[in-house]
C-alpha cells in the first residue's frame, strides 16, 4: 500500500527523540510537510525535512503558541501527531511516596499537552472540513503499567479516553480521530533505563509475554501512525490500534 501525504501539513510533538523522531521521518518520506514540536530544541536539530518549533506544551497557553507557530510557518495544519509524554523520568515507586508535582508532571506531559494542541488546531480542520489527530497512548493505558508508575498508567488511560471522546465529537466535521498504543518500546534514555532496572529476570518474562518475542522499535509505531494519517484510513476513527508485537 502507498501511503502518499503529499501536500499535507502535520504537527508532530514530542519530536526530538524516538517515537516522535521517527514519525516526523517516517511522515516526511511520504510527502507530508511537517513542523516538529518539542522542548527540547538541540534533540530536534538532528531532524531533517522540518521545521523546528520549541516549546512547552505542558499549558494552554503553551500548547496553542505551538501550534500558531506552526501554521504561522506552513499556514494550516491538515494532521495532528500527540506523541509528547512518556514517564518524565520518573520510576515505579510505592503509592506512598507519590507526591503532587510527580502526579501532575506526567499528566500535564500525556494529556493536557494532547487536550490543548487537539483544541487549538481543531477549529481549522473544521474549517476545511477534514483533519487528522493520532495520539500515542501505550499498552499502560489498556491495562496495568509494566513500569509501575501509577500515573502513567491514570493518564494514559485518560488518553485514550480523551481520544475517542474527541473522536466522537469531531468526527461529524470529517476529522478523524485515533490512538496507537504501542507496546514496550527503547526509544528514548528514559525507556532503556526503566528496561535495564527491569532486570534478565524480567526482561525475558516481558519478551516471553510478546507473541513475537521482540521488543518494538520506533519504526513500527510511525508506520502505524502514518496509516492512520493517511487517505485509505479516512473512515476509521474512535479506535486504538495496538502496535505491541502481539501481547499474551
Avoid at 74 to 101: F, K, M, N, W, Y
Avoid at 119 to 136: D, E, F, L, N, S
Amino acid at each position: 500500500m502507498q501511503l502518499d501525504l503529499s501536500g499535507q501539513v502535520f504537527a508532530v510533538t514530542g519530536a526530538a527523540q524516538g517515537i516522535g523522531a521517527a514519525i516526523c521521518a517516517r511522515l516526511v518520506a511520504s510527502g507530508a510537510t511537517v513542523g516538529a514540536v518539542d522542548i527540547d530544541a538541540d534533540g530536534m536539530a538532528g531532524l531533517g525535512g522540518v521545521t523546528r518549533h520549541v516549546a512547552d506544551l505542558g499549558s494552554r497557553e503553551g500548547a496553542h503558541a505551538a501550534m500558531a507557530d506552526v501554521i504561522g510557518a506552513h499556514g494550516r495544519i491538515d494532521g495532528l501527531v500527540c506523541s509528547a509524554g512518556g514517564v518524565r523520568g520518573q520510576v515505579g515507586r510505592p503509592i506512598e511516596e507519590i507526591d503532587t508535582p510527580d502526579w501532575q508532571a506526567i499528566f500535564q506531559a500525556n494529556v493536557d499537552a494532547a487536550m490543548w494542541c487537539a483544541q487549538a488546531v481543531a477549529p481549522g480542520m473544521k474549517t476545511r472540513g477534514a483533519g487528522r489527530i493520532v495520539t500515542i497512548s501505550s499498552g499502560a493505558g489498556l491495562r496495568p503499567s509494566l513500569t509501575g508508575i501509577q500515573a502513567y498508567a491514570a493518564a494514559k488511560h485518560a488518553l485514550v479516553g480523551l481520544t475517542r471522546q474527541l473522536a466522537l465529537e469531531l468526527g461529524p466535521a470529517g476529522i478523524t480521530v485515533n490512538s496507537v498504543a504501542p507496546g514496550f518500546v527503547i526509544s528514548n534514555p528514559s525507556t532503556a533505563k526503566q528496561w535495564e532496572a527491569f532486570g534478565p529476570e524480567k526482561q525475558q518474562a516481558v519478551l516471553q509475554g510478546i507473541h513475537m518475542r521482540r521488543l518494538g522499535t520506533p519504526a513500527d509505531i510511525a508506520a502505524a501512525v502514518c496509516f492512520l494519517a493517511a487517505p485509505q484510513a479516512g473512515w476509521i476513527s474512535g479506535q486504538v490500534l495496538s502496535v505491541d508485537g502481539g501481547h499474551a
